[in-house]
């Protein structure tokens, strides 16, 4: 037993020594969690402790859903505590866990990431884990509460990277929240050295890049990981958030956005049937791509009712020739002056968030309005100001954005980026990963985990034809694009896609049970199973029988090469 708690220990042996036994009440107790805590065991972080910081929290009969997991009713412990690192001043990072209650517990943990700019998403991913027998934990990456976004750290001063907080946000902070939480299930439940205890991550947007950077870096972390729409590539994706903006600026047109959502529910309905099943959904994104012009859309009437209680004015009008030029130019991606591809954007179908308009009451008219994750890359990230957006996109150009792409690249390489495609560690410790991805997801484009996931194949298995290339990957690293989907969940324009529940458990039977997924099923009122990258959906006998088929024409329409830039971009 530890010795800094080993009078406490005495008196708390029975419960610890029974603890799959024992009752959560009997657990959830500030004494029973600082005699469990991880303090002696050499796990190599170069952390203290804190024991005065623990807390608990007990939680019963609470009703959780959510788009990653069926509803359930749960009971928990939340066990919150602090450490700080060796050598660093004014430093505290705290995590949380939930726990399970002890005749639950499936000898597993589960970290959980963050979305945007937040490095957790509180309680949206750790109650799944409750759901499948896991302590599952969260980080507030020491910037200052869970609540604080990484922004908010970021500088020291105008001018000054905090680089602690930059690479705690990279990728040390998921690496201290797992050790540290493994060891805390261990010692929580009597878990013995020589006894399997499975770890998991799951985490999309912010989350799913996340769980990349330590997939990547750490290759024993974690048996199996879901990572949705992972926000890899992160220079590239902030700044392409000005892209629409940009383009509109360049076109000398500013379309409102109740045309731009007419021109996407156009385009929704003529390429619905493109998978051969007329649902509402857009299954074959890339066959709307090669078939579908913009310019059908032309002259269709729109009409939006006025909003935000009258500052957004009533919308009418027909699509003009100009806004379906945007669109087009939008939909392929930011090209230089050099005729260079830059960048690439959502899918076919997808809203065009990134291009959406505001109006100025004061000159009746439409302008860009820059995305504050796109403006504020600029300002805080590369311009290193206190400073949360853009003021204009006046004057900016595909030059410009490729070039403060390029910057943001060479400058958080190591610790934002998180594209390496070398996997040979992770893939020899046995580890498995699940990609899913919404194929009509506006805020990062579902072709980014395409290209990754090629990236892989290329730089690992490019000796071998594409399908050996792809079969060696399938041993351990899967991707589906789930049709008709939105950024992390089911998509409103496209009800009858639906979102995956079961991703967790499915990477839980490949890890535990080596069933690995064939398809993945989905909560959609439509799609019932998410065909495997690179396969593709079609339905043949009037929308009844689903194939995942291989289209080369379909998969060519994924892949882009960045040759806007001098280095390889994964």
């Known amino acids: 037993m530890r010795s800094h708690t080993s009078a406490l220990a005495l008196g708390l042996g029975s419960i610890v020594a029974k603890a799959r036994g024992a009752s959560l009440s009997d657990i959830c107790t500030v004494d029973y969690v600082t005699a469990a805590l991880p303090v002696e065991e050499d796990l190599g972080l170069a952390v203290t402790i804190d024991p005065s910081s623990v807390s608990v929290a007990l939680t019963t009969n609470k009703t959780v859903s959510s788009a990653w997991y069926a509803s359930a009713v749960i009971d928990y412990c939340t066990v919150t505590f602090a450490y700080s690192h060796h050598g660093l001043h004014n430093d505290t990072v705290r995590v949380s866990y939930l726990v399970p209650p002890p005749s639950k517990f499936a000898n597993r943990y589960l970290s959980t990431g963050g979305g945007g700019l937040a490095i957790n998403s509180g309680t949206q991913y750790t109650s799944g884990g409750i759901v499948a027998g896991a302590v599952a934990g969260i980080t507030d990456g020491g910037f200052g509460s869970f609540g604080t976004p990484f922004d908010a750290a970021f500088l020291l001063a105008p001018g000054t990277v905090n680089w602690q907080a930059t690479h705690m946000f990279g990728y040390q902070a998921h690496r201290e929240l797992a050790t540290l939480g493994k060891q805390l299930t261990r010692n929580l439940f009597r878990v013995p050295a020589g006894e399997k205890l499975y770890s998991y991550f799951q985490g999309c947007s912010e989350g799913g890049r996340e769980g990349w950077s330590q997939a990547q870096r750490f290759a024993d972390q974690f048996d199996g990981l879901v990572t949705g729409a992972p926000a890899i590539r992160l220079s590239h994706l902030q700044t392409n958030h000005l892209s629409g903006g940009v383009l509109q600026d360049m076109a000398g047109y500013f379309p409102p956005p109740c045309e731009l959502e007419k021109i996407r529910n156009l385009t929704i309905a003529a390429c619905d049937g493109l998978d051969g099943k007329v649902d509402g959904v857009v299954a074959r994104s890339d066959l709307c791509k090669l078939e579908f012009d913009y310019e059908e859309t032309i002259g269709a009437p729109y009409n939006c009712p006025a909003s935000g209680g009258g500052s957004t004015p009533a919308q009418n009008g027909t699509v003009t020739a100009a806004a379906a030029r945007i669109a087009k130019a939008f939909t392929e991606g930011l090209i230089d002056s050099r005729g260079r591809r830059v960048y690439l954007n959502p899918q076919p179908g997808s809203n065009f968030a990134d291009a959406k308009t505001k109006y100025n009451a004061r000159t009746g008219s439409w302008e860009p309005a820059p995305i504050s994750l796109g403006g504020g890359w600029i300002t805080r990230f590369l311009q290193l ?79 071998r034809d594409y399908e050996a290339g792809t079969r060696a990957l399938d041993d351990f690293y899967r991707l589906y694009i789930v049709p008709g989907a939105e950024h992390c969940g089911p998509n409103p324009a496209q009800p009858g896609g639906g979102w995956p529940k079961t991703t967790l458990q499915a990477i839980i039977n490949w890890v535990e049970d080596g069933k690995a997924p064939t398809t993945l099923e989905t909560a959609g009122t439509s799609i019932g199973s998410i065909c495997r990258w690179p396969l593709r959906p079609l339905w043949t006998r009037n929308g009844t029988r689903l194939s995942c088929v291989f289209d080369r024409r379909s998969v060519d329409s994924w892949m882009y090469k960045f040759d806007a830039f001098e280095i390889p971009v994964y």
């Open 385 to 463: 100001e206190d400073k949360d957006n853009l003021d204009s996109l006046s004057g900016v150009t595909v030059d410009d954005l490729r070039d403060w792409i390029a910057l943001g690249s060479q400058r958080y390489y190591d610790s934002l980026q998180t594209t390496s495609p070398v996997l040979d560690g992770f893939r020899a410790a046995g580890g498995k990963i699940l990609v899913v991805h919404g194929e009509a997801d506006s805020a990062i484009p579902s072709a980014s985990s395409v290209h990754y996931y090629e990236s892989v194949r290329r730089v690992m298995f490019g000796d």
